[in-house]
């Protein structure tokens, strides 16, 4: 396992809510990366902002890590997720809440 994978790997299992995206939580890079943190700040999720910008091993390690081609990707409890369209969708269908609540992470609110 490169340095990279492993690195990813660990922020993965060692944080409950992770995600991936262009920039950092406090300046979202890119509408994708901003529509997902928008999606768990509304909620009150706690999580670590990775930002991949920041590092092109990262970038891409990401992508190989997952076998996801694009950028955010959300994890939580170490299982990959989705990126924007399947977290904005499951949110919208109200799916996303009672996901993260049986993942044993704490939502401030609901939609």
């Not at 396992?1 to 944080?15: H, L, P």
């Not at 928008?38 to 890590?65: C, M, P, S, T, W």
């Amino acid at each position: 396992m490169s340095d990279i994978q492993a690195f990813i790997q660990n922020e993965v299992s060692s944080n409950d809510v992770v995600l991936f995206l262009k920039g950092t939580p406090a300046f979202p890079q890119c509408g994708f990366s901003g529509q997902v943190v928008q999606i768990l700040d509304f909620l009150g999720v706690e999580y670590k902002g990775i930002n991949v910008l920041a590092d092109a091993d990262i970038r891409q390690g990401i992508k190989d890590f997952s076998n996801w081609p694009t950028i955010p990707q959300l994890y939580v409890k170490g299982e990959f997720v989705g990126g924007c369209d399947i977290v904005r969708e499951m949110f919208q269908s109200n799916e996303l809440q009672p996901y993260l609540t049986e993942k044993g992470i704490t939502v401030a609110q609901s939609a």
